[in-house]
Each structure stands twice: as C-alpha cells, then as structure tokens.
C-alpha cells in the first residue's frame, strides 16, 4: 500500500505543479498538504520559532512510510516554503525533545515530483534532493518531472502523472 503524504509548495496552488501533484495524488490516494497554507516560518537558530505549525505538520509526516516532495523548479532549485520545510527539518536533528522523533525520517522512501521548462529538472535541483535524503538517511524512490514549457497539457501530462502512480504502485506490490 502506498501509505504516503505529499508536500506541496510553489506560488500557485493550482498550477502546474499542483494539477501535476494532485493527478498523482488522486491515482496513488494520498493527502497533499499546501505548505503555503502552513503557518511556517524560517530556521531559527534559537528555535524562537516552535510554536509555528511546523512541529505537529513533522510529526503527522512522520506517521507514513512514503513522503512525496513536490515543487516547480524555481531558478534551478524548490519553491520558497518548500526550502522553509526542508531548513525546519534540522529542528528534528538539533532540539532534545525532538531527536527521536527525528530519527523517524530513516528507512522512509521519498519521491520528488516536479515541473519545469525543460526536458529534465536540473541536476543541481535534484542534488539537492538526493543529497538531502542521503544525509537524512531517506531511500530516493523516483522523480516524476513534467515539461510545462506550454504550460500544463492536460493529455500528455495526466498520461505521465499516470504512468509515474503505476510504476510506484507496482514496485511497491514486489
Ligand atoms: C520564479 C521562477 C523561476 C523559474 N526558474 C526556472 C528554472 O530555473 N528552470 C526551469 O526549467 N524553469 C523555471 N521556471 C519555470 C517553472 O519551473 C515552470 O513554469 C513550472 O511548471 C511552474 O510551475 P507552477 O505553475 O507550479 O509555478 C521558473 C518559473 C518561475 C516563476
């Protein structure tokens, strides 16, 4: 079963990304959170921040197996709140209170789902990704990447979005 929970962030909620995320999302039945919608704010070195909605958002993520990242290429890297929710995730690693929870995140399986104006997402954005998921010790599952260089076309993007939820479903029955 794909027991799984999307992160959503780019400055429309039903652009291309969104359409793209939420195709997948109604195919594979997970819940896609607006991190727009999350009260949210920067990393804080003095975690002045915790009483934000960043806390009890972690740890109703940390409750699945599979996390999907889904994001539009902004200047070869993720939508703002998308990078908020990734810096806030050092709470996770840093606060006592939070460690063990925080050590939840290894042996999960993350999926990078994301649109751009190009054939493939640049190699410095999905670097930051893998290289992200290595450190947290989360297992890289696949990206699925959309061209929307003609913006979102519903056709050939839902066929991909489709194509994209079988194959995760299927590797997920062996
Ligand atoms: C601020 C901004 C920066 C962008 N930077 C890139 C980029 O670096 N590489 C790229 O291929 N597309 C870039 N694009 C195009 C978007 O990735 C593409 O249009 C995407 O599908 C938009 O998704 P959205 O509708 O969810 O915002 C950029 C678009 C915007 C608005």
Request: proline share 3%; net charge neutral.
């Given at each position: ?8 962030a780019s400055s429309r909620r039903h652009g291309n990304t969104g359409k793209f995320v939420d195709r997948i ?21 003095e975690h002045r921040n915790r009483n934000d909605d960043f806390e009890p958002l972690m740890k109703r993520v ?113």
């Amino acid at each position: 079963m794909f027991n799984a929970i999307a992160l959503f962030a780019s400055s429309r909620r039903h652009g291309n990304t969104g359409k793209f995320v939420d195709r997948i999302a109604t195919n594979l039945k997970f819940e896609v959170v607006d991190l727009s919608e999350v009260r949210m704010s920067a990393y804080d070195y003095e975690h002045r921040n915790r009483n934000d909605d960043f806390e009890p958002l972690m740890k109703r993520v940390l409750e699945f197996d599979q996390l999907v990242f889904a994001t539009p290429v902004y200047w070869y890297a993720v939508a703002p709140a998308m990078k908020v929710f990734l810096d806030r995730i050092s709470d996770f690693l840093e606060l006592p209170d939070l460690l063990n929870e925080g050590r939840r995140l290894r042996g999960k399986r993350a999926y990078v789902v994301c649109t751009s104006i190009y054939e493939e997402p640049p190699a410095s954005f999905m670097n930051a990704f893998r290289d992200t998921f290595n450190y947290l010790g989360i297992r890289f599952g696949g990206v699925a990447h959309a061209n929307c260089r003609d913006g979102y076309v519903n056709a050939r993007h839902d066929n991909d979005a489709d194509s994209f939820a079988r194959q995760v479903a299927s590797a997920g029955r062996e």
